[in-house]
């Protein structure tokens, strides 16, 4: 069995984002490609805004109707550069979250903008063959270290996105529990735990997954991180052939 050390886990963190990165790449680039192109229109359109305009005034006119319609052009291709860099800052935002290697204070934060900045990046990765439903409740913040939260949050959407072979869809919610502490689960249309391998769902080293997909470590970093440095509780169903649901609850402010 694998001891989970602090260079352990900094270790798994980052392989769980390497994971994402083609799709982190391809989700910025396809904007960015979009406002170049947009770029080089704008700029055509101002030189011939500018002539239209020289022209009118030379001649003590009124701004031609071409002029208008090329403003009407830029405020187009402006509202799209605007869609665009939106969906950059929320990529660059979600990476931000797993970030600061050092970032290890407890602080009061919003679970839900949490796992939106999570999903965000499995989103990027696994759009194309899952559906990602967020079913976000009401909850109070919670005091946390929003790193390592993340990185649980990381890991069970990686597990659920893997668990899915083909096509499915993961539901994320969140909710107040009865007992006060705040609850998320993460609900996948994979394959399922087969029932001899449940015992040993979070034990360090043990994995189902092909070698260079999976270290064994994830979970049982997870179930760290959430029961002995949160306080929280760390738990999971699931049946064969329909998929499964992985729970944390910790406490909330």
């Excluded at 031609?64 to 187009?76: C, E, F, M, N, Y």
């Excluded at 402006?78 to 990529?91: G, H, Q």
């Excluded at 994320?172 to 249309?189: F, H, K, N, P, Q």
Aim: aromatic share 4%; glycine share 8%; proline share 4%.
């Amino acid at each position: 069995m694998q001891e989970i050390d602090a260079t352990t886990e900094e270790r798994e963190r980052l392989a769980a984002l390497g994971q994402l990165v083609a799709g982190v790449v391809h989700e910025i680039n396809n904007p960015i490609g979009s406002i170049i192109s947009n770029n080089e229109v704008v700029l055509k359109a101002l030189d011939k805004l500018k002539d239209a305009l020289v022209t009118a005034s030379a001649g003590n006119q009124p701004p031609p109707k071409k002029a208008i319609d090329l403003v009407d052009t830029l405020r187009s291709l402006a509202a799209v550069d605007k869609i665009a860099c939106e969906r950059i800052s929320a990529v660059v935002r979600s990476l931000k979250t797993f970030s600061r290697a050092t970032d290890v204070e407890v602080r009061l934060v919003s679970l839900n903008d949490l796992m939106r900045d999570t999903a965000k990046l499995i989103d990027c990765q696994y759009k194309r063959c899952l559906r990602l439903d967020m079913q976000l409740g009401d909850i109070p913040q919670v005091e946390c270290r929003p790193q390592q939260l993340g990185q649980v949050f990381l890991n069970l959407l990686l597990n659920a996105a893997q668990a899915i072979e083909v096509s499915g869809s993961i539901i994320v919610r969140t909710r107040l529990a009865e007992d006060g502490m705040v609850e998320a689960s993460i609900t996948d249309t994979g394959k399922g735990i087969p029932p001899e391998n449940r015992a040993r769902i979070f034990e360090a080293g043990f994995t189902t997954k092909p070698m260079g997909i999976g270290s064994g470590l994830g979970l049982a970093l997870s179930k760290r991180i959430v029961e002995e440095d949160h306080h929280g509780r760390i738990w999971f169903e699931s049946e064969v052939g329909k998929g499964t649901t992985f729970f944390v609850r910790i406490p909330g402010r």
